[in-house]
């Protein structure tokens, strides 16, 4: 039997309600293939699951996640590399110039951190700020997927990743070669300024400080406008007033309704209260 006689469309239609119930992601209905390929590392001969039924059944019966958490991980699309879109690093910088001085504190967001590369590059632009920061400065990194935070807490990148896209002199200063060969580490005193943990933007956050800058990068493109008007306004509650909401270079607020003023390049500050 093929693998898309084994998915049926009426199947897919389950696992679609499935993650669009558990991540806000809604899958259109081209992506069957995409669901077969991914899903097809745990459904088989001699895997976890013997069907797509089988699987589906244990995904509603189970009662400790790990399923779940599996078939998350599977179908969450993770893509991304150092200063990604280097114009939002520039307002980093300018964030931190202008508004620095006048906080008690600092804390970032990367709010859909795959693996890695987005907080610690907001980590190279905090570390490089020409004068002192408040001490209680932090980078928080947060991902739906388990399997990517593994390999963001580790910093451990390909060389052509890090020498093809972070500048010269941060190479030197923040990254380190490793037994392993063409591959580098992060300097665990820039691991140490991020804390990366799970986090499903559906569900509550748990933070005790507001935000003074969020990176919610191309993450909404595949929420639908239910689920994307629901997540930027919780941003919107979670930053300081005059704090950053970037999003994707291709991506829009337009069509939902929101609290935030525009203010470039895909940025947007919360004004007021």
Do not use: C
């Amino acid at each position: 039997m093929s693998d898309e006689a084994r998915l049926s469309d009426e199947l897919f239609g389950r696992f679609s309600k499935l993650l669009l119930n558990k991540t806000g992601i809604a899958l259109k209905e081209y992506k069957k293939y995409l669901v077969i390929s991914r899903l097809s590392q745990l459904v088989g001969p001699g895997k976890r699951f013997d069907s797509f039924e089988d699987f589906y059944q244990v995904l509603l019966a189970e009662s400790d996640g790990t399923a779940t958490q599996a078939f998350i991980n599977a179908l969450t699309t993770n893509y991304s590399f150092f200063f990604r879109d280097p114009v939002h690093f520039v307002v980093l910088g300018q964030y931190l110039r202008e508004r620095a001085a006048d906080q008690s504190y600092l804390r970032f967001w990367s709010a859909a951190s795959s693996t890695g590369e987005e907080a610690y590059s907001m980590a190279i632009t905090m570390a490089n700020h020409p004068v002192p920061l408040p001490p209680d400065r932090r980078i928080l990194a947060t991902d739906i997927s388990t399997k990517v935070l593994t390999h963001a807490e580790q910093g451990l990148y390909a060389s052509e990743a890090v020498l093809r896209h972070v500048d010269a002199r941060d190479q030197t200063k923040y990254f380190e070669a490793t037994e392993e060969e063409k591959r580098f580490r992060v300097k665990e005193s820039l691991r140490d300024r991020v804390d990366f943990r799970q986090l499903n933007l559906q569900d509550e956050y748990p933070f005790g400080k507001k935000m003074d800058v969020i990176f919610l990068r191309n993450v909404m493109i595949y929420f639908g406008p239910e689920e994307k008007a629901e997540v930027v306004e919780k941003m919107h509650a979670q930053l300081k007033p005059g704090g950053l909401l970037f999003i994707g270079l291709s991506e829009s607020l337009a069509g939902i309704r929101h609290r935030f003023a525009s203010y470039r390049n895909s940025i947007f500050m919360k004004t007021g209260a």
